[in-house]
C-alpha cells in the first residue's frame, strides 16, 4: 500500500473519529447543562418549600396579612417551578418524586387554604380553632416534610446525574486526546517515512542531473566535432574546387596547343603538296 493511499485512510478515520468525539462531547455537554437547569429548579423549589414553611409558622404566631400574602406568593412561585421542572424532568423515577412532591404541594396549599380560612371567620381563639389549627398544622408539616424529601431526593438523583454525565465527558475526551496523540504518532512516523523516500528521490534526481548534464557536455563535444569535421569539409571542398580551376585551365591550355599543332600539321603538308608540284 502507497504512503499517500496510508495517509488518507489515516486522514478520513481522524476525520469521522473527530466528528463523533465531537457529537459525543457536545450530546454530553448538553445534558450537563440540562442537568444543571433541572439541579437550579429543584434548589429553588427547596428554597422556597422552606421559605413557605417560614411564612406559614410567622402567620400562625401573629397572623399577619403579609405573612398570608408571601405565603401565597411562595406557593404560585412554587406552582411555576413545578410547572418547569415538569418539562425538564423526564425520567421515569424523576417524574414519579414530581408527581409525589406536585401531591404533596396541593396538599399544604389546600392546608394553608383551610387555616387562612378559619383564622379569619373566627373571632376568637376557642378550643374548637386550637384543635383545627393543631390538626392542620401537623398536615402541613407532615407534607411540607415529605415535600422536602422528595426535593432533596430529587436533587440527589439529578447530582447523580451530573456526576455521571462528567465522569463519560471525562472519558469521551480522555480517548480524544489518545485518539488524537495515536494519529500524531502515526502521522509522525510516516512523514519520516515520506521525508525519506523524499530524500532518496531527491538523491536520484541529483544523479539523473549528473548524468544530464556528462550528457550535454558530451553532446557539446560532439557538436564541436561536428564543427570542425564541416569545416575540414568545406576547406577541402574549397581546394577541390580550386583543383578543379586549375585542371579545367590546364585543359584549355592542352587543347589549344593539340588544336594549334592540328592546324600547323595541316599547313605543313599543303605546303608539301605545294612544293612537291
Same mark, same amino acid.
Given at each position: 500500500? =502507497? %504512503?499517500?493511499?496510508?495517509?488518507?485512510?489515516?486522514?478520513?478515520?481522524?476525520?469521522?473519529?473527530?466528528?463523533?468525539?465531537?457529537?459525543?462531547?457536545?450530546?454530553?455537554?448538553?445534558?450537563?447543562?440540562?442537568?444543571?437547569?433541572?439541579?437550579?429548579?429543584?434548589?429553588?423549589?427547596?428554597?422556597? %418549600?422552606?421559605? /413557605?414553611?417560614?411564612?406559614?409558622?410567622?402567620?400562625?404566631?401573629?397572623?399577619?396579612?403579609?405573612?398570608?400574602?408571601?405565603?401565597?406568593?411562595?406557593?404560585?412561585? %412554587?406552582?411555576? #417551578?413545578?410547572?418547569?421542572?415538569?418539562?425538564? #424532568?423526564?425520567?421515569?423515577?424523576?417524574?414519579?418524586?414530581?408527581?409525589?412532591?406536585?401531591?404533596?404541594?396541593?396538599?399544604?396549599?389546600?392546608?394553608?387554604?383551610?387555616?387562612?380560612?378559619?383564622?379569619?371567620?373566627?373571632?376568637?381563639?376557642?378550643?374548637?380553632?386550637?384543635?383545627?389549627?393543631?390538626?392542620?398544622?401537623?398536615?402541613?408539616?407532615?407534607?411540607?416534610?415529605? $415535600?422536602?424529601?422528595?426535593?432533596?431526593?430529587?436533587?440527589?438523583?439529578?447530582?447523580?446525574?451530573?456526576?455521571?454525565?462528567?465522569?463519560?465527558?471525562? %472519558?469521551?475526551?480522555?480517548?480524544?486526546?489518545? #485518539?488524537?496523540?495515536?494519529?500524531?504518532?502515526?502521522?509522525?512516523?510516516?512523514?519520516?517515512?515520506?521525508?525519506?523516500?523524499?530524500?532518496?528521490?531527491? =538523491? $536520484?534526481?541529483?544523479?539523473?542531473?549528473?548524468?544530464?548534464?556528462?550528457?550535454?557536455?558530451?553532446?557539446?563535444?560532439?557538436?564541436?566535432?561536428? /564543427?570542425?569535421?564541416?569545416?575540414?569539409?568545406?576547406?577541402?571542398?574549397?581546394?577541390?574546387?580550386?583543383?578543379?580551376?586549375? #585542371?579545367?585551365?590546364?585543359? =584549355?591550355?592542352?587543347?589549344?596547343?593539340?588544336?594549334? $599543332?592540328?592546324?600547323?600539321?595541316?599547313?605543313?603538308?599543303?605546303?608539301?603538296?605545294?612544293?612537291?608540284?
Amino acid at each position: 500500500m =502507497k %504512503i499517500q493511499r496510508k495517509v488518507i485512510i489515516v486522514f478520513v478515520i481522524s476525520l469521522v473519529a473527530s466528528i463523533l468525539a465531537g457529537v459525543f462531547i457536545f450530546f454530553t455537554v448538553t445534558q450537563t447543562q440540562e442537568n444543571i437547569s433541572k439541579l437550579k429548579i429543584i434548589s429553588e423549589v427547596r428554597t422556597e %418549600i422552606s421559605n /413557605r414553611a417560614n411564612l406559614l409558622d410567622e402567620y400562625l404566631l401573629y397572623q399577619g396579612e403579609r405573612s398570608q400574602t408571601q405565603w401565597v406568593l411562595a406557593s404560585q412561585r %412554587i406552582d411555576g #417551578l413545578l410547572e418547569e421542572a415538569k418539562k425538564i #424532568l423526564n425520567r421515569s423515577d424523576e417524574s414519579a418524586l414530581l408527581v409525589l412532591v406536585q401531591e404533596n404541594n396541593n396538599v399544604i396549599k389546600q392546608v394553608g387554604t383551610e387555616l387562612f380560612t378559619s383564622f379569619s371567620t373566627q373571632s376568637d381563639t376557642t378550643v374548637f380553632s386550637r384543635e383545627l389549627e393543631t390538626r392542620l398544622v401537623a398536615r402541613s408539616l407532615i407534607s411540607n416534610s415529605e $415535600m422536602a424529601k422528595d426535593a432533596s431526593q430529587l436533587g440527589t438523583i439529578v447530582g447523580e446525574e451530573i456526576s455521571v454525565t462528567q465522569q463519560r465527558l471525562g %472519558i469521551g475526551v480522555g480517548l480524544l486526546v489518545a #485518539l488524537l496523540f495515536i494519529i500524531v504518532l502515526i502521522n509522525l512516523t510516516w512523514i519520516r517515512v515520506i521525508i525519506k523516500k523524499l530524500e532518496e528521490s531527491r =538523491k $536520484m534526481i541529483d544523479a539523473a542531473n549528473q548524468q544530464l548534464r556528462a550528457s550535454e557536455q558530451q553532446l557539446k563535444a560532439g557538436n564541436q566535432q561536428l /564543427r570542425a569535421a564541416n569545416q575540414q569539409l568545406i576547406a577541402s571542398e574549397k581546394q577541390l574546387q580550386d583543383k578543379n580551376l586549375e #585542371l579545367e585551365r590546364f585543359n =584549355k591550355i592542352t587543347v589549344g596547343r593539340e588544336l594549334k $599543332m592540328i592546324e600547323l600539321k595541316e599547313e605543313i603538308k599543303t605546303l608539301k603538296k605545294e612544293h612537291g608540284k
